[in-house]
């Protein structure tokens, strides 16, 4: 049983151990000195039958609450979105799965033209010149983008980013910069959204870059044409981190000069999944092309003069240019790439905009829902997209247990990241819920407030 | 068989009107101007417009222009192309886990954090280290976290003058590549005659500037370092830390531990060495071992028991901080937990055991006809030379590993070690059978004994061939327009 996967039988080895010319399997590990021998078996559990382990699987699972098992209105950075069947039925074709890298072209065409059509969506998407084939996920991407800007514009003095962008990419960012002597300002956002004369004051001719995140951390819009306006003057770059659902009604950051545009794409696509893999959107200017972290496939000819698809620019990379290299990044997240991209081409220009109004109209209805309950006031007075704030006259964190046990996940607490928002709920509101699911959690919480007091 | 739904591009095939994926009406009472004018663009991004059965025919026949593993038998050396049970996938669609949101609460994801709690110590078994970070993405962000910790390790003595990487030749681009973005300058270590690293090399080299000294053991010729335990002593000595890039970790699953020969951390390469599918170049996921003096400073959150709950652990002040959002790749994370309970302590070695029968078996059936420059034995891969076939009939390894295409084959990697030339890097894995390597190493030397003007036209089978790769890089077309 615990040979589950091997072939060679008996037989088989010894035949085998005869060609090699060794007595026994032992033999072959002669490389390894005794002294560093592992003399015991390792410490873990007894191997499990696939039965057996569906059964444990099954246990552990029922453990957890997923989406599927309360209304889910959490958010932050992953959402309980719609995933059309399609999705799931080609990125269950193994030959995509089971795949890797596309380093033989010629055996990874299908790969390699569903890349270039993904890198094709985001630029649609976007509105930006180039894409790459993806990073990792949304906060990672944030960081590769600042690196990207202080290597164009060869400014190491700082970067300046809003508290309104994601505190997790925050902090990620901080964790990439830690070694590179590279200072980075934090701008309060303490009405919710970054004030265009407070970046006006900061950004000086040292600084690489401006973060913001739009739609923001809190749901709110910034105002990305000021905020690119105040940068470029000062010849700094926008870097943007958005909500690729968003742009179904939004304005893309190609429209609004951003040199720089991230994502996290968990949203086009991708199961929750307790937070990965998601997938990395990056897109820019196509000045940048040769400072793009991560895998590019380009269009070329085959032999014949055929239209074909290669990775390309891998002068770039790592196993090129090593300790000069772009980024340390040596894959993408291709499965996630081609989920985005099925995803995209399903929904088309129209499927993308209803899903966005959905998404716009059912959290305006939620938030008019949620104040009309006493002891709940929206946070922050901004336009918002898909996610809003709202401050409790009660402890959120006795609230949220009380709403759970109702079945809703009701959002998250913001105390965690911002000391000033102990009191306050952050709301998401996918194109999922519905008008009752809406009202019954308004009615869950004004409950759970009711019987606080 | 063949049709152009495949090789048309999606743009290319679009018709205004058509639609895949159709949504319900909003039932929630209309508003109008809930977004300012100024925000608003003027019409929805210009995606295709494609029905769901061309979408569906597009993608499946795409799907048929590659190979992959469950089509094809895959030796791409270093990438530990096994099998990926089909028992994993089923699994991983669970409801409880596949929609887990990843801020879910920690009473609401106990289920999750015992599987996470249990891999900390599975890979903390498997590595004989003490702590485990789950979060870096991929090994590559792996092997930059670890050197994230070491620079805070160093800094928080007050020992942060070491600046120094030292990495041997034979390394991945990415440790010297890592080492740049966590600030430090890296040092090339040769490799010997043997292809092992250079004692007298690494001697000259190490002084009190070491902070790290990266290797790969098993280093990526295949070879064990017999003299590790010296090279961890002679470092340590230095005041200087060892990683050890677990990307060979194939080879020696209980037979011996990184932290017994005297690493101080680790990455994992989950996706390969415990089988997450490589989803044609992602996701990975690389996880981090360390020993007990490096654990305050790796990423938070970690998974901590108390009594029967689970929870995340954030209070971490030492800890370097995040290097990704939320918990890591979780998707192949619990693969990896999947593959290590269906095969228990004995299974584990016993992957070892057979990948290293296998590539010797592989070895011994090619090396009399294609030069292997680094010995008769090997662990898990062997690096074979195509330089002498280059010299005396002008067939490059590019050559080979193009015709072996046209046997169904995947090629191995080619041109890495940078230390070989015309470096053929070949690793069968555990879960190929002896009939396979036998038709794999038939038609390696079938390939050999052909026309070479034929051979640089290769592959002849496979609707393309030899794409021109500097036409792509001079003049990039990086999207359809």
């Known amino acids: 049983m615990s040979d589950a996967y091997i072939l060679n039988t008996l037989g088989d080895r010894k035949q085998m151990l005869a060609k090699i010319g060794a007595a026994s399997v032992d033999e072959l590990f002669a490389m390894v000195p005794a002294s560093v021998r592992l003399k015991r078996p390792l410490n873990i559990p007894p191997a499990l039958s696939e039965m057996e382990l569906s059964q444990h699987m099954r246990s552990l699972a029922a453990r957890n609450r997923g989406a599927g098992d309360r209304i889910c209105f959490l958010g932050g950075g992953a959402y309980d979105h719609f995933i059309p069947s399609v999705v799931d039925a080609i990125a269950g074709r193994s030959e995509f799965y089971t795949a890797y890298t596309p380093y033989q072209a010629e055996a990874s065409q299908g790969s390699l033209q569903a890349f270039f059509e993904y890198q094709t969506l985001i630029c649609q998407l976007t509105g930006m010149d180039v894409a790459n084939a993806s990073l990792y996920e949304g906060g990672s991407s944030v960081a590769e983008a600042v690196l990207m800007a202080v290597n164009i514009t060869g400014r190491k003095g700082k970067v300046l980013i809003s508290e309104s962008v994601h505190p997790e990419y925050r902090q990620v960012l901080a964790t990439y910069l830690a070694n590179l002597h590279v200072e980075l300002i934090t701008l309060p956002t303490p009405n919710g959204f970054l004030d265009p004369d407070d970046i006006k004051r900061a950004v000086d001719d040292q600084t690489?870059?401006?973060?913001?995140?739009?739609?923001?951390?809190?749901?709110g819009l910034e105002e990305v044409e000021s905020l690119a306006a105040i940068a470029h003057a000062r010849k700094s770059l926008f870097v943007v981190s958005f909500d690729p659902i968003s742009l179904g009604l939004l304005k893309r950051p190609g429209q609004y000069e951003a040199d720089i545009a991230v994502a996290e794409g968990q949203n086009l696509g991708t199961p929750l999944g307790y937070g990965g893999p998601y997938l990395g959107v990056l897109a820019c200017r196509k000045e940048f092309v040769r400072q793009i972290p991560g895998r590019i496939v380009g269009q070329t000819v085959d032999r014949n003069g055929q239209r074909c698809w290669a990775l390309t620019l891998q002068t770039r990379e790592q196993h090129i240019r090593r300790e000069k290299a772009t980024s340390n990044i040596c894959t993408n997240q291709g499965l996630f790439a081609l989920r985005a991209a099925v995803y995209l081409s399903a929904l088309g220009p129209q499927g993308l905009k209803q899903t966005a109004e959905l998404c716009l109209r059912n959290a305006h209805y939620a938030a008019a829902e949620l104040v009309k309950v006493s002891g709940v006031e929206l946070r922050f007075q901004r336009p918002f997209f898909k996610e809003f704030v709202v401050r409790l006259n009660a402890d959120v964190s006795r609230l949220l247990t009380k709403v759970r046990?109702?079945?809703?996940?009701?959002?998250?607490?913001?105390?965690?990241?911002?000391?000033?928002?102990?009191?306050?709920?952050?709301?998401?509101?996918?194109?999922?819920?519905?008008?009752?699911?809406?009202?019954?959690?308004?009615?869950?919480?004004?409950?759970?407030?009711?019987?606080?007091? | 068989m063949n049709n152009t739904q495949s090789t048309e591009l999606l743009f290319e095939m679009s018709r205004p009107g058509r639609r895949c994926h159709m949504l319900p009406d909003c039932d929630v009472p209309a508003v109008v101007d809930l977004l300012p004018a100024s925000a608003r663009a003027d019409a929805p991004p210009p995606l295709p417009e494609v029905g769901e059965i061309d979408l569906i025919r597009h993608f499946t026949n795409l799907s048929t222009r590659n190979m992959s593993i469950d089509t094809n038998f895959y030796p791409l050396g270093s990438c530990t192309m096994k099998y990926n049970p089909k028992r994993h996938e089923r699994l991983a669609a669970l409801p409880g886990?596949?929609?887990?949101?990843?801020?879910?609460?920690?009473?609401s994801s106990q289920g999750m954090l015992q599987l996470l709690f249990e891999m900390q110590q599975f890979l903390a078994e498997i590595s004989g280290l003490d702590a485990v970070s789950l979060q870096p993405a991929a090994g590559a962000q792996g092997e930059l976290t670890a050197l994230f910790v070491a620079a805070a390790y160093f800094r928080d003595r007050g020992d942060a003058e070491r600046k120094r990487v030292l990495v041997p030749d034979s390394a991945h681009g990415t440790n010297p590549a890592s080492a740049s973005l966590a600030g430090f300058q890296s040092v090339q270590i040769k490799s010997n005659a043997k292809?092992?690293?250079?004692?007298?090399?690494?001697?000259?080299?190490?002084?009190?500037?070491?902070?790290?000294?990266?290797?790969?053991?098993?280093n990526t010729l295949g070879l064990f370092e017999g003299q590790i335990a010296a090279i961890t002593e002679m470092l340590h000595a230095a005041g200087a830390l060892v990683y050890l890039d677990g990307a060979n970790m194939n080879a020696i699953l209980g037979i011996t531990r990184p932290g017994d020969f005297g690493a101080d951390m680790q990455h994992y390469n989950v996706h390969k060495t415990f089988t997450g599918p490589h989803g044609a170049g992602g996701p990975g996921s690389g996880p981090i071992a360390v020993r007990n003096n490096l654990a305050p400073y790796l990423p938070a959150p970690l998974v901590v028991k108390e009594g029967e709950r689970y929870r995340l652990d954030f209070d971490r002040p030492k800890s370097i901080g995040r290097v990704r959002s939320f918990f890591g790749n979780v998707g192949i994370l619990y693969r990896g937990y999947c593959y290590i309970r269906?095969?228990?302590p004995d299974g584990l070695k016993s992957i070892s055991e057979n990948a290293v029968l296998n590539a010797n078996y592989l070895l011994a059936k090619i090396k009399h006809t294609l030069e292997v420059p680094h010995?008769?034995?090997?662990?898990?891969?062997?690096?074979?030379s195509a330089h002498k076939l280059l010299t005396q009939k002008k067939i490059r390894a590019m050559d080979i590993a193009k015709?072996?295409?046209d046997f169904g084959f995947h090629a191995p990697t080619v041109y890495f070690p940078l230390v070989v030339r015309e470096a053929l890097m070949i690793e069968p894995t555990e879960t190929e059978s002896k009939e396979t390597l036998d038709a794999f190493a038939a038609a390696l030397l079938r390939i050999i004994e052909e026309d070479a003007a034929f051979l640089?036209?290769?592959?002849?089978?496979?609707?393309?061939?030899?794409?021109?790769?500097?036409?792509?890089?001079?003049?990039?077309?990086?999207?359809?327009?």
């Open chain 2, 195 to 218: 292809g092992l690293v250079d004692l007298d090399d690494l001697k000259s080299k190490l002084d009190e500037r070491t902070a790290v000294f990266m290797i790969t053991n098993p």
């Open chain 2, 97 to 107: 886990m596949a929609d887990l949101h990843p801020l879910a609460d920690d009473d």
């Open chain 1, 208 to 219: 690489a870059c401006v973060v913001v995140q739009h739609p923001n951390f809190f749901g």
């Open chain 1, 405 to 453: 046990t109702a079945g809703f996940d009701a959002g998250l607490a913001l105390g965690r990241w911002y000391g000033n928002l102990n009191d306050s709920l952050l709301v998401a509101v996918t194109e999922k819920r519905t008008r009752g699911e809406i009202d019954e959690l308004a009615a869950a919480v004004g409950k759970a407030l009711a019987s606080g007091k």
């Open chain 2, 456 to 481: 640089q036209q290769a592959p002849h089978s496979l609707g393309i061939s030899r794409p021109d790769e500097v036409k792509a890089a001079k003049e990039p077309i990086l999207r359809w327009s």
């Open chain 2, 342 to 344: 269906t095969l228990g």
């Open chain 2, 403 to 405: 015709r072996l295409l």
């Open chain 2, 375 to 384: 010995g008769d034995r090997c662990m898990h891969e062997f690096v074979a």
